[in-house]
């Protein structure tokens, strides 16, 4: 069983900048795709951005070319940096391990973040 614990999250005003963290409780982290996705009140859960193994990364049309992903494989963590916030990026964010090696799946227990002036 693989802990995901993010952070990061909170209050930040609209054109602002957050970077949320994800510690992942494995040593075995570099066989993990990480990913980070979103649940804004009301609606359904969506992918943000994921990272493989080898650091490829996939990044969702509507956040890309502010939010940028990237994994640390020594502190067996994932980041999710987030420029240029807007209301619409309200949402409780979470992190998400995919072993490659047998398809288990992990989700963190989510951190809100809340853009608002």
């Known amino acids: 069983q693989v802990q995901l614990v993010e952070s990061g999250g909170g209050l930040v005003q609209p054109g602002g900048s957050l970077r949320l963290s994800c510690a992942a409780s494995?040593?075995?982290?570099?066989?993990?795709?990480m990913g980070w996705y979103r649940q804004a009140p009301g609606k359904l859960r969506e992918v943000v951005a994921s990272?493989?193994?080898?650091?490829?990364?996939n990044v969702a049309d509507h956040v890309k070319g502010r939010f940028t992903i990237s994994r640390d494989n020594s502190k067996s963590t994932v980041y999710l940096q987030m420029n240029n916030l807007g209301p619409d990026d309200t949402a409780v964010y979470y992190c998400n391990a995919l072993d490659i090696r047998d398809r288990s799946n992990y989700w963190g227990q989510g951190t809100q973040v809340t853009v608002s002036s």
């Open positions: 494995t040593s075995t982290f570099a066989f993990y795709v």
């Open positions: 990272v493989n193994p080898g650091s490829g990364v």
